[in-house]
């Protein structure tokens, strides 16, 4: 059962007071789906608003004759973010397809035609939910522009420097986890190499990141633990390591 408190916090409802809450509240349908699982399809009839409870949706478009990749997502959306906007807005159809992006994650339903008698019964209300609707909807658009306009990483040049000394240092536990960690993100475009000794052997497992445009970066004393770190906040997020950089 979907509580009001849970519901004060979704971001289309913003404003609305616990007697316009309840109004939605009873026509809340909560689903449960496992990761990679779809909840619809591109072009696909939109007759629900969709609502995160528990963990994340990927919006994604989706290739003929093509599984889907994380490369394709559009959108990410957590708790308390709306989705499905294409329900209230004619021909009613999705746009993208909907991704369960987390081991498991919970989403709320509300039927197109249940809004529209809320809508109608109570032009207030409406009128708050659109309106915030049309705000979440510019911050999304904003959002991907700003997406849009950063430096793609796809020129990425990773070096696991597997020299002797590499190697006993554990060097290949790192090009392990790298190997891991490129599967996950499904990023094929990144380049992965060996490379010899850069003439640091006691700052060994060394690891060289060059992105284009940018200034290589030397890691050192990497292992397992420390090359997940820089791969999810270096290599994707664009955050440069500084406390494992080697000086």
Known sequence: MTSLDFLRSVEVFKGLIDSQLTGFKDHCREMEFRQNEKLFSEGDEASCLWIVNEGRVDLRFDLPDRSTSTKNTISSISKFMTFGWSSLVAPHKYRLSAYCATTSCKVIQIEREQLVEIFKRDSK??????????????????????????????????????ATCGIIAGAREVMN???????????????????????????????????????????????????????????????????????
């Open 177 to 247: 986890a790298l190997v891991e960690e490129l599967a996950i993100a499904d990023r094929p475009e990144i380049e992965v190499k060996s490379g010899g000794c850069i003439g640091n052997c006691d700052t060994h497992p060394n690891l060289t990141v060059e992105i284009e445009g940018e200034d290589p970066v030397v890691y050192q004393k990497m292992n397992a633990e420390k090359l997940r770190r820089v791969f999810k906040q270096h290599i994707l997020m664009g955050e440069v390591q500084t406390d494992y950089v080697l000086a």
């Open 125 to 162: 209300t409406g009128y708050r939910v659109m309106s915030n609707l049309v705000e979440i909807i510019g911050q999304r658009f904003r959002q991907l522009q700003d997406s849009a306009s950063k430096p793609s990483y796809a020129n990425t040049k990773i070096t696991v420097h597997l």
